[in-house]
Structure formats: C-alpha cells, structure tokens
C-alpha cells in the first residue's frame, strides 16, 4: 500500500516563506510526476507546480518566482520551498504522484494547511 505524507504547512506573515515535504512511502517500484495542488475554500483544486522523474519542473503563473519545487528519488520525497508569500497563497496544499506499485496509480496526499496573513 502507498502513503503520501505532507508536512510543513502553517501560518505565516506575508512575506514569509514555508517549505512544504511530501514523502511517498509503501512497495514502491517506481516514481513518475511529482506535483503540488492547492485549494482555497469554495475553490477548485489547481495545480501549483510540477516536476518529472528527470526534473524537469513547471509552475503555475501565480507561484512563478516565488515558489521552487524539487525532489529526492533516493528518499522518495518531494518539496515545495515557498517564498514572498501574500495571502492569497492561502489554502490546503497536496501532493500528488504517479507511482508504480503493483500496478501504475495516481495518489494524494491528505493535504497540509498554509495560512498566510497579511
């Protein structure tokens, strides 16, 4: 069975940064994408930023600048450094990954809370 674990989230002045962890952990053979959505109440959940197996990474418009994902194939792990946070950052953040186990899955996380005041 695979997990995906976030940590990291919490309240924060604007301006201020939080580094959001992401950890897969279960029979894992492999693992494609790694991504980090968010959702704000009474929104859709939108995708923030991405990075592939080799790393190659894209980002939202808004997070473009401000934002840095990255990942550790050895550990299974992926980050989101956030950085020159404003308050519309504001939202549950999950991570999500394709990952190969018995068979090739799409899994989330449970989501971790950033609240950015201003």
């Known amino acids: 069975q695979v997990q995906l674990v976030e940590s990291g989230g919490g309240l924060v002045q604007a301006g201020g940064s939080l580094r959001l962890s992401c950890a897969a952990s279960?029979?894992?053979?492999?693992?494609?994408?790694m991504d980090w959505y968010r959702q704000a109440p009474g929104s859709q959940r939108d995708l923030v930023a991405q990075i592939t197996s080799i790393g190659t990474t894209n980002y939202a418009d808004s997070v473009k600048g401000r934002f840095t994902i990255s990942r550790d194939n050895a550990k299974n792990t992926v980050y989101l450094q956030m950085n020159s946070l404003k308050p519309e950052d504001t939202a549950v953040y999950y991570c999500h990954a394709v990952i190969h186990t018995y068979y090739r899955g799409s899994f989330w996380g449970q989501g971790t809370q950033v609240t950015v005041s201003s």
């Open positions: 279960g029979t894992i053979s492999s693992i494609g994408a």
